[in-house]
């Protein structure tokens, strides 16, 4: 059985800062690409940042300057710095990963919650 784990959320004042951490655990051969996604009430799960096996990075327009994704594949751990928050940032942030088993299959975290104050 595969897990991802989310850790680091909690409440920030606008303008400050958190480190997100998603630790993989379980069997698998490899993972392939790992991101985050977040889901504000009453609104879609939506891309936030992505990262290939190789460093390859992605990040949504809202978020580009601001966060900053990495993985340690040693450690089968992604990351997501975050600064300068703004209120509108306040959502449950999700891990995703590509694992692969005996194929490919994607994976989610239970959710930590990000909220923002003004």
């Known amino acids: 059985q595969v897990q991802l784990v989310e850790s680091g959320g909690g409440l920030v004042q606008a303008g400050g800062s958190l480190r997100l951490s998603c630790a993989a655990s379980?069997?698998?051969?490899?993972?392939?690409?790992m991101g985050w996604y977040r889901q504000a009430p009453g609104k879609a799960r939506e891309l936030v940042a992505t990262?290939?096996?190789?460093?390859?990075?992605n990040y949504a327009d809202s978020v580009k300057g601001r966060f900053t994704i990495s993985r340690d594949n040693a450690k089968n751990t992604v990351y997501l710095e975050m600064n300068s928050l703004k209120p509108g940032d306040t959502a449950v942030y999700y891990c995703?990963?590509?694992?692969?088993?005996?194929?490919?299959?994607?994976?989610w975290g239970q959710g930590t919650q990000v909220t923002v104050s003004s």
């Open positions: 995703n990963a590509e694992f692969v088993i005996w194929g490919p299959s994607r994976y």
């Open positions: 379980g069997s698998f051969r490899s993972i392939n690409d």
């Open positions: 990262i290939t096996s190789g460093g390859s990075t």
